[in-house]
C-alpha cells in the first residue's frame, strides 16, 4: 500500500530566530491580501533590511511584526515566543520590540524630552527618570536641544528622535520603517552609522525596511527583496547586490 501523500515529504523545518514569521498573510479591512504568507527569520544580533518596490507589502510586514495590523493566518514569534495576537503595547512592554514608523513619527508640538519619554509610560517615574538620562547622554544632539519643540529639529534629528523613543523601552528587538527616508547623504551616513552603533553596543536585533539599498546592505547581514507581498529572495546582504534579479525586481513588479 503507498504511504499517504502527507508524509510522502520531509515536514518543513520551523524557522528559527529572535523574529520570526511564519505563513504571515495580512490586508486591511475587508481589502484583499497584501502579504501573501510571508516566511522571515531574524537571529538575536542580526541587522537585516527588507527591500522592494513601492506597494510591495514592506511596511504591512513591519506592521503586522509590531503588532499594528492582525495577520489574516499566520504566525509572528518574538524570541520564541508566539506574540500573534498580543496587541502592540503589549509587544513593547512584554516582548521588547521597538518600532518607528515611516511617517509621521515625532509629536512635532511636543519638545524632545516629552517625545523620548513617550516610549517610556509604562515605566516607574524613576525607571523613566534614569532611561532618560542614558538617552541624552547616547545622544548628546538632541540632549542639547531637550525642551525644545520637536518642530524645531532638522530631519535627521527627528529621525533620530524617534529612534530614541523606541530605545527608552529598552528593546531586544528594534523595527525601522525607513530611517534615511528624506535624509540628505550626510544625515544618511549619521543614521546608518548609528543603527551600527546600536546594534554594537546592545546586540539588539534590527530589522529596517530602506529603500537606500546599497547603503542599507552595506551595514546589513542578510536581506529580504519582497514583491507583490511575496520574498522574491533571501540572500546575505553582501551577495544581494550583485545579484542581477534585484535590479529586475525593482523595475518590473507593481
Ligand atoms: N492603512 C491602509 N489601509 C488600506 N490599504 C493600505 C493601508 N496601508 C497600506 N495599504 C495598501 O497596502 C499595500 C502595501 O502597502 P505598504 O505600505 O505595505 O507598502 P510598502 O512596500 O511599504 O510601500 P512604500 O515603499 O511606498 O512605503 C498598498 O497597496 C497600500 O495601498
Ligand atoms: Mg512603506
Given at each position: 500500500?503507498n504511504?499517504?501523500?502527507?508524509l510522502?515529504?520531509?515536514?518543513?523545518?520551523p524557522?528559527?530566530?529572535?523574529?520570526?514569521?511564519?505563513?504571515?498573510?495580512?490586508?486591511?479591512?475587508?481589502g484583499?491580501?497584501?502579504?501573501?504568507?510571508i516566511?522571515?527569520?531574524?537571529?538575536?544580533?542580526?541587522?537585516?533590511?527588507?527591500?522592494?518596490?513601492?506597494?510591495c507589502?514592506?511596511?504591512?510586514?513591519?506592521?503586522?511584526?509590531?503588532?499594528?495590523?492582525?495577520?489574516?493566518?499566520?504566525?509572528?514569534?518574538?524570541?520564541?515566543?508566539?506574540?500573534?495576537?498580543?496587541?502592540?503595547?503589549?509587544?513593547?512592554?512584554?516582548?521588547?520590540?521597538?518600532?518607528?514608523?515611516?511617517?509621521?513619527?515625532?509629536f512635532?508640538?511636543?519638545?524632545?524630552?516629552?517625545?523620548?519619554?513617550?516610549?517610556?509610560?509604562?515605566?516607574?517615574?524613576?525607571?523613566?527618570?534614569?532611561?532618560?538620562a542614558?538617552?541624552?547622554?547616547a545622544?548628546?544632539?538632541?540632549?542639547?536641544?531637550?525642551?525644545?519643540?520637536?518642530?524645531?529639529?532638522?530631519?535627521?534629528?527627528?529621525?533620530?528622535?524617534?529612534?530614541?523613543?523606541a530605545?527608552?523601552?529598552?528593546?531586544?528587538?528594534?523595527?525601522?520603517?525607513?530611517?534615511?527616508?528624506?535624509?540628505?547623504?550626510?544625515?544618511?551616513?549619521e543614521?546608518?552609522?548609528?543603527?551600527?552603533?546600536?546594534?554594537?553596543?546592545?546586540?539588539?536585533?534590527?530589522?529596517?525596511?530602506?529603500?537606500?539599498?546599497?547603503?542599507?546592505?552595506?551595514?546589513?547581514?542578510?536581506?529580504?527583496?519582497?514583491?507583490?507581498?511575496?520574498?522574491?529572495?533571501?540572500?546575505?546582504?553582501?551577495?544581494?547586490?550583485?545579484?542581477?534579479?534585484?535590479?529586475?525586481?525593482?523595475?518590473?513588479?507593481?
Open positions: 500500500m504511504a499517504p501523500l502527507a510522502a515529504g520531509p515536514a518543513p523545518r524557522l528559527e530566530g529572535m523574529i520570526v514569521t511564519q505563513g504571515l498573510r495580512a490586508g486591511y479591512g475587508d484583499p491580501d497584501i502579504l501573501h504568507g516566511d522571515l527569520a531574524v537571529a538575536s544580533g542580526e541587522i537585516v533590511t527588507i527591500l522592494g518596490p513601492n506597494g507589502g514592506k511596511s504591512t510586514l513591519l506592521k503586522t511584526i509590531g503588532g499594528f495590523v492582525v495577520p489574516r493566518a499566520g504566525q509572528v514569534l518574538i524570541d520564541a515566543r508566539d506574540t500573534t495576537s498580543v496587541p502592540a503595547h503589549l509587544r513593547v512592554r512584554e516582548h521588547h520590540v521597538g518600532f518607528v514608523p515611516q511617517t509621521d513619527n515625532v512635532a508640538t511636543l519638545s524632545v524630552a516629552e517625545n523620548i519619554l513617550l516610549g517610556a509610560r509604562f515605566l516607574v517615574a524613576s525607571q523613566r527618570r534614569e532611561r532618560l542614558q538617552i541624552m547622554k545622544y548628546p544632539s538632541l540632549a542639547a536641544k531637550k525642551d525644545r519643540r520637536a518642530s524645531a529639529l532638522s530631519g535627521g534629528e527627528r529621525q533620530l528622535l524617534s529612534i530614541a523613543r530605545l527608552i523601552a529598552d528593546p531586544a528587538v528594534l523595527l525601522l520603517d525607513e530611517p534615511s527616508a528624506g535624509l540628505s547623504p550626510l544625515m544618511m551616513d543614521v546608518f552609522d548609528e543603527i551600527v552603533c546600536i546594534r554594537d553596543r546592545t546586540g539588539m536585533t534590527i530589522l529596517m525596511v530602506e529603500q537606500n539599498a546599497a547603503q542599507a546592505l552595506a551595514i546589513s547581514d542578510r536581506a529580504y527583496v519582497l514583491a507583490l507581498g511575496r520574498v522574491a529572495i533571501e540572500q546575505r546582504a553582501s551577495e544581494l547586490l550583485n545579484n542581477p534579479e534585484l535590479a529586475g525586481l525593482y523595475l518590473g513588479a507593481h
